[in-house]
């Protein structure tokens, strides 16, 4: 079964850190983007980050260059997104994506909340 399963949301004060998991089966891993993407209430879909698990190639939003580092797990199939300095503005669901040519898989999603 094709899937990715998010992990590693939750509550958190402003300065803090989280790291979210972004678990997949089912699909070749080593061909993929994987990105992560978020969606705060009234707000659209904004991608965050993104890594190409062919070259390891990756990009950051400038909201979050400097503060967020995303990275695999070639072994675990995981891909890995490591938030620190968080801010209040930061809280959303955060959800991955698995991407190949015009394929695109998405995870349920995990709820980030910051508190200030």
């Known amino acids: 079964e094709v899937q990715l399963v998010e992990s590693g949301g939750g509550l958190v004060q402003a300065g803090g850190s989280l790291r979210l998991s972004c678990a997949t089966s089912?699909?070749?891993?080593?061909?993929?983007?994987i990105g992560w993407f978020r969606q705060a209430p009234g707000k659209e879909r904004e991608g965050v980050a993104c890594?190409?698990?062919?070259?390891?190639?990756?990009y950051y939003a400038d909201s979050v260059k400097g503060r967020f580092t995303v990275f695999s797990d070639n072994a675990e199939n995981t891909v890995h997104l490591q938030m620190n300095s968080l801010k209040p503005e930061d809280s959303a669901v955060y959800y991955c994506?698995?991407?190949?040519?015009?394929?695109?898989?998405w995870g349920q999603g995990t709820q980030v909340t910051v508190s200030s």
């Open positions: 994506q698995g991407r190949y040519g015009t394929v695109e898989i």
């Open positions: 089912g699909f070749s891993f080593d061909v993929y983007a």
């Open positions: 890594i190409s698990n062919s070259d390891h190639n990756t």
